[in-house]
């Protein structure tokens, strides 16, 4: 039976609050930019829209016939909208992720098997 020494578990325990307080702490930063970064695009293409949708509806309550390309101007800005709405505020992915549980776990593990090897050649 294996029985960790304490100066393991208290290192397993720093650790433990440390590696993720210091990951996540660097990313909420990283979070903050990509928040106003998207704010700013929104609010680019929300003024191109704004300064758009009345002159294309002035054209077609005129009666104007000539106002399809306004119209698909308008539709390019929607999408625009909508693909800008869709961009992530938070860097992290399922790789990311991944990367960090290893580098997370490692050094614990490293650590607790270390242990273990001393104490099985100390009898």
């Given amino acids: 039976k ?3 020494s304490l100066d393991i578990v208290i290192a397993a325990v720093a650790h433990s609050i440390v590696a993720p307080l210091s990951c ?15 704010r700013e695009e929104l609010a680019k293409i929300a003024a191109r829209w704004d300064a758009e949708y009345p002159v294309t509806l002035e ?13 698909d101007r308008l539709k390019v800005l929607r999408e625009l909208y909508q693909a800008a709405r869709s961009f992530p505020i938070w860097p992290f ?3 990311s992720m991944q990367k960090f549980v290893g580098s997370y776990l490692s050094p614990l593990i490293t650590g607790v098997l270390a242990d273990m090897v001393m104490k099985l050649l100390k009898k």
């Avoid at 996540?24 to 998207?38: D, H, P, V, Y």
């Fill in 2 to 4: 294996y029985v960790g």
């Fill in 24 to 38: 996540f702490m660097i990313l909420a930063t990283a979070s903050g930019a990509m928040r106003e970064a998207k």
């Fill in 59 to 71: 054209a077609v309550a005129s009666g104007s016939t000539d106002f399809a390309p306004m119209v």
């Fill in 93 to 95: 992915d399922n790789a």
